[in-house]
């Protein structure tokens, strides 16, 4: 029958084996070089903020082409869609009914013409009887107020033709601004009224356009004072940019023109005003866009990879920091804003300081890393890559039999 150790006996074993392989595992762990970790080291500068506001495009002018007297529609004259100059014929009106008006004012005209000669020639025949007491006083008098009443007939009747040539002139609709003109609203045939409520048509400009965009009035304080010390500073940021509906950006940037000197009572915003060039009419009124306004400079600010950045169990931004004796030392930031891949951190480094990127699960607050900037570390992984392509196919390592 086989003899068993006992338990005891077992475990006496196994500690003495525990006790011998502690060594030779502290040992092992001593011999081990510290882990590699990737680092950025930043530098403290002047970092301009902005923020994201929500717009919509408007045309910079706006005309509604409204009939100024009445008639029936005869033909439209410009090209939907199209650019049309101020002054440009758009629409004409049926003019017999105002041909008729200006003949009709003509020719009293003309009747006023021939009263006023009529009786300047008897006021002048009277006179000159009334110089030789053959005539009355009274007799003149009453000739130069005819002729004065005349006078002023012409006048009046001057005025009318005036008034019937402008109706006429009117029977041809222009274009009051240049720009471009919209679809029309009515066809040849129809009856318009003077002044009527619905437009032919909208001519809009679009190069230059604006954008209205909506700040609450809290933000627009903070931005005026911010903005108040980028005007001191000439190198300061002035331009806005623009970001399409499509998230593409504007390839044009534009400048602040104006701001509403009113609070909305109802969403405590205020309407502000951006002007954009628009040369390929690439921006159309109505569009939902984005403006990204500057809204002053961080002093001495740090700007941080984004991917070096993470949260503490309070939600605090923290970030992992090399020590110049290789040591990882946990830093609690306050971050103001994002821009693009980094954070605009303005308190919790200094200048200098070695941040970790990659290699976080390796860095724990405390233990000793083996730092390396991340264009050294970019540098040497693509010369392995390099190498490795350069290698030849058949140069594979064989499987050991």
């Known amino acids: 029958m086989p003899h068993f150790p006992s338990l005891s006996c077992r475990f006496m074993l196994l500690s003495l084996l525990a006790v011998c392989a502690a060594p030779a595992l502290a040992q092992q762990q001593a011999d081990r070089p510290p882990p590699a970790v990737v680092v950025v080291t930043i530098q403290a500068q002047d970092v301009g903020l902005t923020t994201t506001l929500p717009g919509r495009v408007v045309a910079s002018s706006e005309a509604e082409v409204r009939p100024q007297v009445a008639g029936i529609i ?64 009274q007799a003149l008098d009453s000739a130069i ?107 044009q940037t534009g400048k602040l023109t104006a701001a ?62 090399v020590k110049p004796d290789g040591v990882v030392e946990q830093r609690v930031l306050t971050v103001l804003q994002d821009q693009g891949q980094f954070w605009v951190v303005s308190d919790g480094l200094e200048d200098g300081d070695r941040v970790v990127v990659v290699g976080l699960q390796s860095a724990a607050p405390g233990t000793t890393v083996t730092p390396q900037e991340r264009e050294a570390a970019a540098e040497e992984q693509g010369d392995e890559q390099s190498a490795a392509d350069a290698a030849p196919a058949g140069a594979e390592e064989k499987p050991v039999e």
């Open 260 to 321: 509403e000197p009113v609070v909305d009572p109802l969403t405590g915003v205020v309407v502000l005003r951006m002007e954009f060039a628009n040369p390929d009419k690439l921006l159309l009124p109505g569009m939902y866009v984005q403006v990204e306004m500057p809204t002053g400079i961080a002093k001495d600010a740090f700007l941080v990879p984004q991917e070096g950045v993470s949260r503490n169990r309070r939600g605090q931004p923290t970030a992992l920091v």
């Open 74 to 137: 005869t033909e439209r004259v410009f090209d939907e869609g199209g650019q049309v100059k101020a002054g440009d014929v758009l629409y004409r009106i049926d003019p017999a009914t105002y041909d008729a008006a200006v003949a009709q004012a003509e020719a009293a005209v003309t009747q006023a013409e021939a009263q006023v000669r009529a009786t300047g020639r008897e006021a002048e025949r009277l006179k000159t009887l009334s110089s030789r007491n053959i005539v009355s006083e």
């Open 145 to 251: 107020a005819a002729r004065d009443s005349a006078a002023a007939a012409l006048q009046a009747a001057q005025a009318q033709l005036q008034s019937a040539q402008i109706e006429q002139d009117r029977t041809e609709i222009h274009a009051r601004l240049s720009g471009e003109i919209g679809r029309s609203m009515i066809s040849p045939g129809a009856l318009v009224t003077a002044s009527q409520q619905q437009p032919l048509a909208v001519i809009r400009n679009i190069d230059p356009i604006y954008v209205d965009v909506t700040q609450s009035a809290a933000e627009l304080l903070d931005w005026r004072r911010g903005h108040m010390a980028t005007q001191i500073d000439a190198d300061g940021p002035r331009e806005v940019s623009l970001t399409l509906a499509d998230g593409s950006g504007f390839d």
